[in-house]
């Protein structure tokens, strides 16, 4: 396996949450790419001392997203499906542009404010590219 899992007890999240994270995170980064075999549940549950049950359950929510395929008597492996990567990181950007809209919403923050600084983040990344 290329690194290790990292569960963490302060993580508010069940670990299957972090596991499949975790996962997902592989198949971004091109750690795993389409159609490799991962981890078996067992083995993954003894690298990580959790229960079989924890993994078999974020393994089981991997299947349900298109990440992971599964076949009796032949393991786990990352879906064969192109594009896979890019619809995760999409996902990803997604789940973070929502995290910063319901901050900005606590933060009394405007939809058209919001936008401005996003704006200015991104106008900053390209200046520091640049250099």
């Known amino acids: 396996m290329d690194g290790a899992f990292v569960i963490s007890q302060s993580d508010k999240r069940p670990m299957y ?9 592989r198949v971004v980064l091109g750690d ?3 159609g490799q ?3 078996s549940i067992r083995q ?11 993994v078999k359950r974020a393994y089981l929510e991997l ?3 298109g990440v992971i395929i599964t076949q009796q008597g032949k393991g ?4 064969p499906v192109n594009g896979l990567s890019k619809r ?3 996902q990803e950007l997604e789940q973070h542009l929502e995290e910063a809209r319901r901050l900005a919403a606590l933060l009394g923050i405007q939809s058209k404010e919001l936008e401005h600084r996003l704006r200015e983040g991104g106008d900053r990344s390209e200046e520091n590219k640049k250099l």
């Open 17 to 25: 949450l972090q596991i499949m994270e975790q996962i997902k995170q």
């Open 32 to 34: 795993w790419k389409e």
């Open 37 to 39: 075999a991962i981890p």
């Open 88 to 90: 995760l990181r999409e």
């Open 76 to 79: 786990s492996h990352v879906a």
């Open 44 to 54: 993954l549950a003894v690298d990580l001392q959790v229960s079989v049950i924890t």
């Open 63 to 65: 299947e349900r997203e």
